[in-house]
């Protein structure tokens, strides 16, 4: 009688022991993906990074009308206002709004 061996699954062949060729490929790919992750890492933050800058001229024409922006998503960081004493004067027995940084509500 024969000892019993252990079971393998009827799908899978038998496995064969590595080489030293397959070894040696797979260090050299292994090699290779970590050396090109290093190089990847490091390039990374040299990339150029290209940042769109709202802007927004007031007057236009030459008129002092209201001017609104709805596509305009951005928060300003700064804003630089001047505004002429013809815009004041123009404003109805003072009331209205001169500047804003939102429609009004």
């Known amino acids: 009688m024969q000892p019993p061996s252990a079971p393998q699954s ?3 062949p038998p496995s064969a022991p590595a080489t030293t060729h397959d070894v040696r490929r797979v260090r050299l790919i292994a090699s290779v993906t970590g050396l090109l992750g290093l190089l990847f890492a490091v390039l990374t933050p040299l990339m150029p990074v290209h940042q769109a800058t709202a802007s927004l001229d007031w007057p236009q024409r030459g ?12 928060v300003p ?13 123009q404003l109805l027995a003072g009331v ?3 500047v804003a940084t939102g429609p009004p509500e």
């Open 10 to 12: 009827r799908n899978s």
């Open 63 to 74: 008129t002092l009308q209201s001017v609104t922006a709805p596509l305009v998503a951005y």
């Open 77 to 89: 960081d700064r804003i630089d206002v001047s505004v002429p004493c013809a815009a004041v004067d």
């Open 96 to 98: 209205g709004v001169l």
